[in-house]
C-alpha cells in the first residue's frame, strides 16, 4: 500500500547545510524524469509546476538543468512532491505512485534497461537492490541474501524523510521489473524503518527490504 510522503522539511531543521548542499545525493536522471514528466503531462509544462513553488530556492532548484550522472541533492524531494502533487491537482498518495511507474518504466526502458535482459526473474531480484542503491552515493546495503524465490537485503544510511518516498520507489520497481521479466506475482514486505544516527543534523534510518515472486 502506498503511503503519504512525510510532513516535507527541506532541508530539515537541524540540518547544517542549505537547500541543494546536502551530503545526501542522487543522480541526474531522477530530476530529469521529473521535467520530462511535467512536459508531457501538464498543460504549461515546467513553467506551470513552477508557479506552485513558493520557495524561490526550491524553486531554483528544480528549474537547473541536470546531468544524467550528476549528483544532485536528493532531500528537496519530499517538498517537490507536495508541490508536484497539488500541480496536478491530485491526492499525495495517488500523486506518488502514478508518478513512481514513469519514473520506473523511464528507467528499466533505459537507463537501466539491460537488468531486463538477465535471463531470470531470481538473477533480476538479487542484483535490482544493489542496481537502485547506485541512484544514490549515501546508501549501502547489506549482503542479499536469496532463498529460492525470496531475497532479503537492507537498506542502510537512509535519511528519515525520505523513508516513505523509498518505501514506494522499492515497490513500484521491484514489481516492474520482476513482472516485465516474467515473475507471475511480486509481493514486496517493508517493515518499520530501524533508527540509525545522525549526519550533519539529519537523522538516518535502515530500511528491510524482502522480496517474494512466483
Not at 524553486?59 to 508536484?84: H, T
Not at 532463498?147 to 520497481?173: C, K, M, Q, S
Request: aromatic share 10%; proline share 7%.
Amino acid at each position: 500500500m502506498t503511503r503519504a510522503p512525510s510532513t516535507p522539511s527541506s532541508p530539515p531543521e537541524r540540518a547544517r547545510f542549505e537547500l541543494g548542499a546536502s551530503p545526501f545525493r542522487v543522480k541526474g536522471v531522477l530530476y530529469q524524469g521529473t521535467q520530462a514528466f511535467f512536459e508531457q503531462n501538464l498543460q504549461g509544462g515546467m513553467t506551470s509546476l513552477l508557479s506552485e513553488i513558493d520557495d524561490p530556492a526550491l524553486r531554483a532548484f528544480i528549474a537547473q538543468k541536470f546531468l544524467p550522472s550528476g549528483w544532485y541533492d536528493v532531500l528537496p524531494v519530499p517538498d517537490l512532491i507536495a508541490c508536484e502533487a497539488r500541480a496536478l491537482r491530485m491526492g499525495l498518495p495517488e500523486y506518488l505512485l502514478h508518478r513512481t511507474r514513469y519514473q520506473a518504466k523511464r528507467d528499466l526502458g533505459g537507463v537501466y534497461g539491460w537488468v531486463l535482459r538477465l535471463a531470470t526473474p531470481g538473477l533480476v531480484a538479487t542484483r535490482l537492490p544493489k542496481i537502485m542503491s547506485q541512484m544514490f552515493d549515501f546508501v549501502r546495503v547489506d549482503a542479499v541474501r536469496e532463498d529460492g524465490n525470496v531475497v532479503e537485503v537492507r537498506f542502510h544510511g537512509i535519511p528519515a524523510t525520505l523513508v516513505d518516498w523509498l518505501h514506494n520507489a522499492l515497490n513500484v520497481y521491484s514489481e516492474t521489473a520482476l513482472k516485465l521479466a516474467g515473475a507471475r506475482g511480486v509481493d514486496i514486505s517493508l517493515p518499520r524503518a530501524r533508527a540509525e544516527g545522525e549526519v550533519q543534523g539529519v537523522p538516518t534510518v535502515s530500511i528491510a527490504f524482502q522480496l517474494t515472486w512466483e
